[in-house]
Nanobody, 123 residues
Framework: QGQVAESGGGSVQAGESLRLSCTAS????????MGWYRQAPGNERELVAQ???????NYANSVKDRFTISRDNDKNTVYLQMNSLKPDDTGVYYC?????????????????WGIGTLVAVSS
């Protein structure tokens, strides 16, 4: 009925940049927010950045002034531009979507997670 799919991860040197993309597909009626989370080895999953349907953004303190989240509502796509990457940014980055989905039985709340994309930053 719907899903989100991430792309754009990879291996880079400290100081370099990467851009992640996440596209939602399926019978999605509305999106409340889309966001990026990450999980480093041995750590819990944490919020990196999120953006609401109205364009309000929220960032983890550790990525402020380096990462920028943006959204193309027409494409149901969210981007995460990551600049000045540090080894501490290494982890699996997951896309998340909260919204509603339309079915023949009505509208239902959804909370979709992608399978993740690996970002590895070496010093």
């Amino acid at each position: 009925q719907g899903q989100v799919a991430e792309s754009g991860g990879g291996s880079v040197q400290a100081g370099e940049s990467l851009r992640l993309s996440c596209t939602a597909s399926g019978s999605i009626a509305s999106i409340e927010f889309m966001g990026w989370y990450r999980q480093a080895p041995g750590n819990e999953r944490e919020l990196v950045a999120q953006i609401t349907n109205g364009g309000d953004t929220n960032y983890a303190n550790s990525v402020k002034d380096r990462f920028t989240i943006s959204r193309d509502n027409d494409k149901n796509t969210v981007y995460l531009q990551m600049n000045s990457l540090k080894p501490d940014d290494t982890g699996v980055y997951y896309c998340r979507l909260e919204g509603t989905i339309a079915t023949t039985g009505g509208y239902y709340d959804i909370d979709y997670w992608g399978i993740g994309t690996l970002v590895a930053v070496s010093s």
